[in-house]
């Protein structure tokens, strides 16, 4: 509520009738391209082919097939690619947060005096998209610098890490321990607490919103990363969901496609519903970071 | 007590200096903690940038040793026809993308800010296309774009309009992508703006009201200059976003019909990946990072303009 539309505006009858079917109107409108389209991967999954070839339109399937959807998952393998998925989301939230709360302590809480110029460094980053420099890190991961020769790519460890290396998480977690009030460490600090006490026992405890926060925004970016899992993992049998569903729709029947699709968005959705006070919040607060 | 104390003095109480060259008290500590995250960007976002300007003078094949060849790689671009056509295109779908994407979210956040009641479930609704995979969303799109028994000619030819060649047009196919990504992403832009209209203070509504300000001339003279900053913000950010865009042209069209929808993006991933010429895949990287950059200094010195007045 924004106090744009005032309580004396709402008991006038035009603004009651004009805001009123405004709002009903934006109502239907995203109930129907929020929602339809994913009831429509429902409803896909549920209908024979024919049917979805010879009458698209029809709201409900004749016949639905429930055992489409576990066909789909056994034929093409819907289970094991979401696996490799859970598996680089995973592994990617956990470099990520590990990186950054470590990363945003020592900047926001230790402080070593070069401690500004690694954090403008890293800023710096934010202004060039990752796409930028996709091809170089593609090389990155083929030949490791000053490891003779090391290849990490077609591995896991190539979608894991450069995931940590990500600038936003770590200002999203340096602002919040700005905010923790210093007399905490300096109390600790007069118990004896060293560095790494404090950083367990006051600093991790305490950021457990920012925590919820940073890990939903990672692990759903994460879940919908393509291009770079498609470059970095060679190996077809080791895609994520994302990467082997194009691949799969060449060769696959229209039903057995959408219900690959259906149970591909089910994870994020999900996610979304349950946690979408702390996401609509890390989402509101991206846009404020500038 | 302080006030009786001499300057110095004072200075001496309230600020110790520290002596010089006195080692930080967790110096040892601080290494340890930032070691992860300097050897993280140190492997895979600044060496990497660093990188991509040097292989943009080389050439490699990753089997030869790479050879310096100056401004070789920047030459063969601007001598391939496919350039200046992907430049295009990524205007394009860039111009597109702000007309059909830049004021809808502002209508719907402004709506949405005014309910009273249930603004949770159409935050939920607004936001679901954001959760659903990108990679979901155009598979999705290109069966509701499919000419022979696709939804939305299904839908049109109830009213008797169409069928229209979706993503089967030179001219369709941009306009086509450029829908499914707004349906895409839109929702995100809603919340942020939404986030936004939140922080407008609830006076200045009260004050405009009171002169008789209307509705409108409230929405006018103070929801959207309140909101200049964020919509300016946005604008870069939707810019920055669109001039990579991969995905939809990638798993929709892969460029067609006839290079219609081939972005710069599309044609570094094509150098690299299907031609094995990172050279000219990393010059290419350059060129799209110096426009990138012009177009943030640009905007930078525009809102401290803006801002200063």
């Given at each position: 509520m924004s106090g744009l539309i005032s309580d004396s505006d709402r008991k006038r009858r035009t603004v009651r009738a004009v805001l009123g079917s405004t709002q009903f109107a934006v109502f239907l409108g995203i109930l129907v391209l929020g929602l339809g389209p994913i009831l429509w991967t429902v409803k896909g999954a549920l209908s024979p082919t024919q049917e979805l070839l010879t009458d698209p339109l029809k709201l409900f399937p004749s016949q639905p097939d429930w055992a489409a959807l576990g066909e789909a998952w056994s034929r093409l393998r819907i289970g094991h690619f979401m696996l490799n998925t859970v598996i680089l989301a995973g592994g990617s939230w956990l470099a990520q947060i590990i990186v950054s709360t470590m990363g945003a302590y020592a900047l926001s809480v230790l402080r070593p005096r070069y401690g500004k110029y690694v954090y403008g460094a890293i800023l710096a980053t934010l202004f060039l998209p990752g796409s930028v420099s996709l091809v170089a890190l593609y090389l990155t991961i083929l030949d490791l610098p000053l490891t003779g020769g090391l290849s990490i790519a077609n591995t896991p460890w190539a979608v894991w890490l450069p995931h940590a290396a990500h600038a936003f998480t770590i200002l999203l977690m340096k602002r919040f321990f700005d905010g923790i009030p210093r007399e905490l460490f300096g109390a600790a600090q007069v118990d004896g607490a060293g560095p790494w006490r404090m950083f367990f026992l006051i600093v991790l405890p305490m950021s457990k919103p920012i925590l919820a926060v940073a890990s939903l925004l990672t692990l759903m970016s994460a879940w919908k990363d393509f291009l770079w899992p498609m470059v970095a993992i060679s190996d077809g049998e080791a895609h994520p969901i994302s990467v082997a569903l194009p691949r799969l729709a060449e060769f696959s029947e229209e039903n057995m496609v959408i219900a690959g699709m259906f149970l591909a968005l089910m994870p994020p959705v999900l996610i979304f519903i349950a946690f979408q006070k702390y996401i609509v919040r890390g989402v509101g607060f991206t846009g404020l970071k500038g | 007590m302080t006030a009786v104390l001499h300057k110095a003095e004072?200075?001496?109480?309230?600020?110790?200096?520290?002596?010089?060259?006195?080692?930080?008290?967790?110096?040892?500590?601080?290494?340890?903690?930032?070691?992860?995250?300097?050897?993280?960007?140190?492997?895979?976002?600044?060496?990497?940038?660093?990188?991509?300007?040097?292989?943009?003078?080389?050439?490699?094949?990753?089997?030869?040793?790479?050879?310096?060849?100056?401004?070789?790689?920047?030459?063969?671009?601007?001598?391939?026809?496919?350039?200046?056509?992907?430049?295009?295109?990524?205007?394009?779908?860039?111009?597109?993308?702000?007309?059909?994407?830049?004021?809808?979210?502002?209508?719907?956040?402004?709506?949405?800010?005014?309910?009273?009641?249930?603004?949770?479930?159409?935050?939920?609704?607004?936001?679901?296309?954001?959760?659903?995979?990108?990679?979901?969303?155009?598979?999705?799109?290109?069966?509701?774009?499919?000419?022979?028994?696709?939804?939305?000619?299904?839908?049109?030819?109830?009213?008797?309009?169409?069928?229209?060649?979706?993503?089967?047009?030179?001219?369709?196919?941009?306009?086509?992508?450029?829908?499914?990504?707004?349906?895409?992403?839109?929702?995100?832009?809603?919340?942020?703006?939404?986030?936004?209209?939140?922080?407008?203070?609830?006076?200045?509504?009260?004050?405009?009201?009171?002169?008789?300000?209307?509705?409108?001339?409230?929405?006018?003279?103070?929801?959207?200059?309140?909101?200049?900053?964020?919509?300016?913000?946005?604008?870069?950010?939707?810019?920055?976003?669109?001039?990579?865009?991969?995905?939809?042209?990638?798993?929709?069209?892969?460029?067609?019909?006839?290079?219609?929808?081939?972005?710069?993006?599309?044609?570094?991933?094509?150098?690299?990946?299907?031609?094995?010429?990172?050279?000219?895949?990393?010059?290419l990287s350059v060129l799209l990072a110096v426009v990138l950059g012009l177009l943030s200094a640009v905007y930078l010195r525009a809102t401290k303009t803006w801002s200063s007045t």
């Open positions: - | 004072r200075d001496a109480v309230v600020r110790p200096r520290p002596a010089r060259r006195a080692r930080h008290p967790y110096a040892l500590a601080s290494a340890l903690f930032l070691a992860p995250m300097v050897i993280v960007f140190g492997y895979f976002s600044w060496w990497p940038i660093v990188q991509s300007a040097l292989l943009a003078f080389q050439r490699t094949n990753l089997v030869d040793p790479a050879q310096w060849v100056g401004w070789q790689n920047f030459a063969n671009l601007f001598a391939d026809p496919l350039l200046g056509t992907a430049a295009l295109n990524t205007v394009w779908f860039t111009v597109l993308a702000l007309i059909f994407g830049f004021p809808v979210p502002v209508f719907l956040a402004v709506v949405m800010s005014e309910l009273r009641r249930g603004g949770g479930l159409f935050r939920v609704l607004v936001y679901l296309p954001v959760a659903v995979p990108p990679v979901v969303a155009v598979m999705m799109w290109k069966f509701f774009y499919n000419s022979d028994y696709g939804l939305l000619n299904g839908m049109f030819g109830l009213v008797g309009l169409g069928p229209f060649p979706w993503l089967q047009d030179t001219a369709w196919a941009m306009p086509s992508l450029v829908l499914e990504a707004t349906w895409a992403g839109a929702g995100g832009t809603v919340l942020i703006y939404i986030a936004a209209l939140t922080s407008v203070p609830k006076e200045l509504y009260e004050a405009a009201e009171s002169d008789g300000a209307s509705i409108w001339r409230r929405i006018w003279h103070i929801t959207l200059p309140q909101l200049r900053g964020v919509l300016l913000l946005m604008l870069l950010l939707q810019i920055i976003g669109t001039f990579q865009v991969f995905t939809e042209p990638f798993v929709m069209t892969d460029g067609g019909p006839e290079d219609s929808t081939a972005t710069v993006l599309l044609l570094i991933y094509r150098y690299a990946f299907v031609y094995g010429d990172y050279g000219m895949a990393a010059a």
